[in-house]
């Protein structure tokens, strides 16, 4: 098979009598070219230089008991795919989750594979083996002047691993990264806001979510952010906006009536905020987070002066 480098070719040759063998190579240039001596039954890399080429061998990594062997398997057999839909490794039948780590390992060895790496990264987080991860993710891009778009996934990976070990001053670089390679990079923009929240720096989350809604609209995700950083920089009016917008469209969305009445008692707005956690009871009798801040409203609307 060939690598994401061009100038790279890796070839495992059936073992032989003689021991070695001669191949014929065809350059991504259309140079030809017949290396003598290629180790038989060993996992050779043929790398051309400025020099000239070279040949580099190794044994056969071991495949573990139940990874499928033998003709290749159709176009519709099960695969692993990376996050863009891109096939790496296609199965004759289900492989199970030792296998697939196997390969995962196996194949992301490899520099001219970071989005192995990637995949490898994620599904050590899947198994919170977080700092494994971290490691991972570091290999897919230390190191290389070739970073592009691309490699946004990386970083975002990166950042999660932070995340996960509790060190979002790191996270936050980390997205940034992601998004100054990909400025399209929607989850990056979104977790970059989530960073810039938990750090309590509203202003910059809105204009980070504001980069989400560039590229996906209106979601729910991007409003029910929009409302909560809006709330927490203390500009209600934008939070009104854009929940006055969601709730035109979704009048019966009770998770967020609760969550622009938490904006209105944030700014002191008692009664709006008590009018939003009715309406959202009336809508969701048990939803005991409207009930827990209804009770608490009514609380503070209790004690305050003008009730007294």
Same mark, same amino acid.
């Given at each position: 098979?060939?690598?994401?480098?061009?100038?790279?070719?890796?070839?495992?040759?059936?073992?032989?009598?003689?021991?070695?063998?001669?191949?014929?190579?065809?350059?991504?240039?259309?140079?030809?070219?017949?290396?003598?001596?290629?180790?038989?039954?060993?996992?050779?890399?043929?790398?051309?230089?400025?020099?000239?080429?070279?040949?580099?061998?190794?044994?056969?990594?071991?495949?573990?008991?139940?990874?499928?062997?033998?003709?290749?398997?159709?176009?519709?057999?099960?695969?692993?795919?990376?996050?863009?839909?891109?096939?790496?490794?296609?199965?004759?039948?289900?492989?199970?989750?030792?296998?697939?780590?196997?390969?995962?390992?196996?194949?992301?060895?490899?520099?001219?594979?970071?989005?192995?790496?990637?995949?490898?990264?994620?599904?050590?987080?899947?198994?919170?083996?977080?700092?494994?991860?971290?490691?991972?993710?570091?290999?897919?891009?230390?190191?290389?002047?070739?970073?592009?778009?691309?490699?946004?996934?990386?970083?975002?990976?990166?950042?999660?691993?932070?995340?996960?070990?509790?060190?979002?001053?790191?996270?936050?670089?980390?997205?940034?990264?992601?998004?100054?390679?990909?400025?399209?990079? *929607?989850?990056? #923009? %979104?977790?970059? !806001?989530?960073?810039?929240?938990?750090?309590?720096?509203? &202003?910059? =989350?809105?204009? +980070? /979510?504001?980069?989400?809604?560039?590229?996906?609209?209106?979601?729910?995700?991007?409003?029910?952010?929009?409302?909560?950083?809006?709330?927490?920089?203390?500009?209600?009016?934008?939070?009104?906006?854009?929940?006055?917008?969601?709730?035109?469209?979704?009048?019966?969305?009770?998770?967020?009536?609760?969550?622009?009445?938490?904006?209105?008692?944030?700014?002191?707005?008692?009664?709006? *905020?008590?009018? #939003? %956690?009715?309406? !959202?009871?009336?809508?969701?009798?048990?939803?005991?987070? &409207?009930? =827990?801040?209804? +009770? /608490?409203?009514?609380?503070?609307?209790?004690?305050?002066?003008?009730?007294?």
């Amino acid at each position: 098979f060939q690598s994401q480098i061009s100038t790279d070719v890796h070839v495992s040759l059936p073992s032989a009598e003689s021991g070695s063998a001669e191949l014929k190579v065809v350059w991504p240039d259309g140079t030809e070219e017949t290396i003598a001596d290629v180790p038989a039954g060993q996992l050779t890399t043929l790398q051309r230089g400025a020099d000239g080429s070279s040949v580099d061998s190794g044994p056969l990594p071991n495949w573990p008991d139940g990874a499928s062997t033998g003709a290749a398997p159709g176009a519709e057999g099960p695969a692993i795919k990376t996050e863009d839909g891109d096939v790496l490794r296609r199965f004759r039948s289900d492989p199970s989750p030792e296998v697939r780590a196997a390969f995962l390992a196996l194949a992301s060895s490899e520099r001219a594979y970071p989005h192995l790496l990637i995949e490898h990264g994620r599904a050590a987080l899947d198994a919170a083996r977080y700092r494994d991860a971290l490691a991972i993710f570091r290999r897919a891009v230390d190191g290389r002047n070739d970073l592009s778009a691309a490699d946004a996934p990386a970083f975002e990976g990166l950042a999660r691993s932070h995340v996960l070990l509790g060190r979002i001053d790191l996270a936050e670089a980390a997205y940034q990264r992601s998004v100054e390679l990909d400025p399209d990079y *929607a989850i990056g #923009h %979104f977790n970059l !806001a989530a960073a810039y929240a938990h750090q309590g720096r509203f &202003a910059e =989350a809105i204009d +980070a /979510l504001k980069e989400v809604q560039r590229l996906e609209g209106d979601s729910d995700r991007v409003v029910g952010a929009m409302v909560e950083n809006a709330g927490g920089a203390g500009d209600t009016a934008l939070a009104r906006e854009y929940a006055g917008r969601w709730l035109a469209k979704y009048p019966k969305d009770a998770a967020m009536l609760v969550l622009v009445g938490k904006v209105e008692a944030r700014a002191k707005n008692l009664g709006a *905020a008590k009018e #939003h %956690f009715e309406a !959202a009871l009336r809508l969701e009798p048990r939803n005991t987070e &409207a009930q =827990a801040a209804l +009770a /608490l409203t009514l609380k503070l609307l209790a004690s305050s002066p003008a009730a007294k």
